[in-house]
Nanobody
Framework: EVQLVESGGGSVQAGGSLRLSCRPSGSYCMAWFRQTPGKGREAVAGITSAGQASYADSVKGRFTISKDKSRNTMYLEMDKLEPGDTAMYYC????????????????????WGQGTQVTVSS
């Protein structure tokens, strides 16, 4: 396991942008999830060790997941934010695998961060 730390959350108006960061990234599969009170964790985007990305339909075309090896950091660039994107965002990783085939399942990941809050107002 690895201790993950997220940053970059905040409050923005609809249509705005935010970039979330998660450290450390590495040669393993990682993902971003989000959760609102009373609901389960929803997959947002996943990325393999090689950098192949997958996205939930609700964020395709608006969010971009990436890794910067030189900074050991994974990012989630969020554009065209909507009030429905308001949630606590968590990064997750499985340090024992390069690819997480079921990337959208929380059970695929053994390491989780504490979360960073994103609030989008209309």
């Amino acid at each position: 396991e690895v201790q993950l730390v997220e940053s970059g959350g905040g409050s923005v108006q609809a249509g705005g942008s935010l970039r979330l960061s998660c450290r450390p990234s590495g040669s393993y599969c990682m993902a971003w999830f989000r959760q609102t009170p009373g609901k389960g964790r929803e997959a947002v985007a996943g990325i393999t060790s090689a950098g192949q990305a997958s996205y939930a339909d609700s964020v395709k075309g608006r969010f971009t997941i990436s890794k910067d090896k030189s900074r050991n950091t994974m990012y989630l660039e969020m554009d065209k934010l909507e009030p429905g994107d308001t949630a606590m965002y968590y990064c997750a990783a499985d340090v024992d695998r390069w690819v997480c085939p079921l990337w959208s399942w929380p059970s695929e990941y053994s390491s989780w961060g504490q979360g960073t809050q994103v609030t989008v107002s209309s």
